[in-house]
């Protein structure tokens, strides 16, 4: 329900933005189509004939289809006219411009349909004045930067991924592609959609590459003097930080005068609320918020890690080098948030013999000690991570804005999982509304009565889509897919039809006005 003291209305400033996003393994599919390489994605999922990483993803399903964007890039944008949105977040995947992650190893040239593919999507936004907001890396890893065993085509060189120290360079390379291609018209570009994610979930979870896992298949992850668990991440993390600042030196140096554009890097995390006023509570929430927002954000604004992430990990935590600090501060014009949801926090002192030779197994979540947990009265999504705590965005952006005092914030990602496989046109997505009307109840009260510089928000998702891990089981789209059709056909859910009022009118939406609306109309 939408509480009776949020405001009943209530404008948002003039040229606010408002958006919807997609990424290019969710909803692209044609991931072998016109000279495409593999991504880590279609590896992981078995989409290239290697075998499946056992029940990694739900149902054993792939990206290899999705949403069938690829070929419908003009029906997405209809959508995005239909809804009233003057902003479309989506993400470049690197494989279809480099099929061999670098360009010596893709022949010298980018491969031709995939620049296509991106220009056409990019001018027909321009031509429904929609502007586009660039993600360069939304996980699609190019294969070939990879070696590992499940692979078809193991990589050349060894290439580690993310765990390599020549992936910051080879992302550079790839990123100035795609400024010398499209910056004459993309203004917006987030070169990293959440590092957070890709490091743990990918070095020690159920992302690609897993790679932890995998070397365990191996031998290589069990115990130990250096557990990869609790040392890849960090790497992973630091590697996707310098890649960012190579990133933003290039752009800097060489585009941003003549394209006049801005870089962002977009940052997950979950509020952290202390469970209780005791001082140790409070101290660990402050860290669990440093662990994960902060491990990103700060090297991002001054150039070093949060000093609880240093205390704690020591040796495991890699340092910059002055050089590269001096990159690293101030290498963002926006602040790019993905916020969904919160966890209560009470302090948890490390287990005896921690991270010691025969000792509890280090992991990043443990890293903090910190306990955390949701409380019963947030409501539930499908999605086990994701309930319902509005006021945790408000409280996200104030943190945001006292912290890293960002020129201007956007909230890149927030949106509500269900799971109906069964309904179309007109379905009733109420859960989804309430969830959408709360959350910018309280970015309206962040920007009117905080302060803080939000410039835009971008609905998460467009689409129903391809739910990493989850396959098609969870939907996050104001859109319905079908994904039994040949077609993918979409469908309006009744949150579109709010997100319409809610953009076009530039004002909240409270979902009782909604409804008298939908109901008057009927
Ligand atoms: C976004 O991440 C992604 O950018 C997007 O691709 C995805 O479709 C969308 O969420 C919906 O899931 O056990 O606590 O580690 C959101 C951030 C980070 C939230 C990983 C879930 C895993 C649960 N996500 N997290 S946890």
């Known amino acids: 329900a939408y509480p009776d003291q949020y405001p009943q209305s209530g404008r948002f400033p003039a040229n606010f933005t408002w958006g919807a996003g997609t990424a290019a393994y969710q909803v692209e599919g044609g991931w072998d189509a016109d000279g495409k390489g593999a991504s880590i994605w279609d590896t992981f999922t078995g989409t290239d004939g290697a075998p499946i990483n056992p029940g990694m993803v739900d149902r054993g399903q792939t990206g290899a289809i999705a ?67 660039v993600t360069l890396y939304h996980w699609d890893l190019p294969q070939a930067l990879l070696h ?24 550079a390379q790839y990123a100035e592609l795609c400024f010398s291609l499209f910056g004459d018209r993309v203004k917006h570009w987030i070169t990293l959609n959440e590092p957070f994610t890709f ?62 554009g801005e870089l962002g890097v977009a940052l997950s995390s979950y509020w952290y609320e202390p469970a209780s006023h005791m001082r140790e509570d409070v101290a660990a ?87 955390t947990s949701a409380s019963a009265a947030w409501p539930r999504s499908n999605a086990t991570w994701l309930r319902s705590v509005p006021w945790a965005l408000r409280k996200m952006l104030r943190h945001v804005h006292a912290r890293y005092a960002p020129a201007a914030v956007y909230v890149t990602e927030n949106g ?46 467009l689409l129903d889509n391809f739910e990493w891990e989850h396959g098609f089981s969870l939907r996050y789209g104001v859109t319905f897919v079908d994904f039994h059709s040949a077609r993918r056909t979409r469908y309006a859910k009744t949150s579109a039809c709010w997100l319409r009022a809610l953009a076009t009118g530039n004002a909240l939406v409270p979902p009782s006005a909604f409804a008298e609306g939908l109901s008057s109309r009927r």
Request: hydrophobic letters at 40%.
């Open 199 to 260: 490091a743990v979930l990918g070095h020690s979870g159920p992302h690609a590459p897993s790679l932890c896992n995998w070397e365990e298949t191996l031998g290589g992850c069990s115990g130990g003097p250096r557990p990869a668990a609790g040392w890849d991440v960090y790497v992973a993390g630091h590697h996707a930080l310098l890649a960012h600042a190579l990133v933003a030196k290039v752009y800097r140096e060489k585009y941003r005068a003549a394209q006049g």
């Open 416 to 461: 509500w999982a269900d799971s109906a496989a069964s309904f179309r046109e007109g379905a009733h997505d109420e859960g989804r509304i309430s969830f959408l009307a709360n959350y910018t109840a309280e970015l309206w009260r962040a920007a009117n009565e905080d302060g803080v510089p939000v410039r835009g928000y971008f609905v998460w998702s």
């Open 285 to 371: 929430a402050e860290r669990a918020l440093a662990f994960e927002l902060g491990w990103f954000a700060q090297p991002l604004t001054h150039g070093s890690y949060p000093r609880q992430m240093r205390d704690k990990l020591g040796a495991r935590l890699p340092a910059f080098s002055a050089e590269e600090a001096a990159l690293l501060a101030g290498s963002t014009d926006f602040f790019a948030l993905n916020l969904y949801s919160a966890l209560l926090v009470r302090d948890k002192p490390p287990a005896p013999g921690y991270g010691a030779p025969g000792g509890a197994p280090v992991s990043q979540r443990a890293d903090c000690d910190c306990e």
């Open 148 to 171: 590992d065993p499940y692979a078809q085509r193991p990589s050349r060189d060894n290439w580690r991924g993310w765990l390599d120290d020549r992936l910051p360079g080879a992302f």
């Open 67 to 133: 949403c069938d964007s690829y070929h419908r890039a003009k029906d997405d944008v209809a959508l995005l006219v239909r809804l009233g949105l003057s902003a479309y977040r989506f993400s470049i995947s690197w494989p279809r411009l480099l099929p061999n992650g670098t360009l010596v190893m893709s022949g010298g040239a980018p491969n031709m349909p995939g620049v296509d593919y991106y220009n056409a999507l990019i001018d027909e936004l321009l031509r429904n004045r929609i502007t586009p907001y």
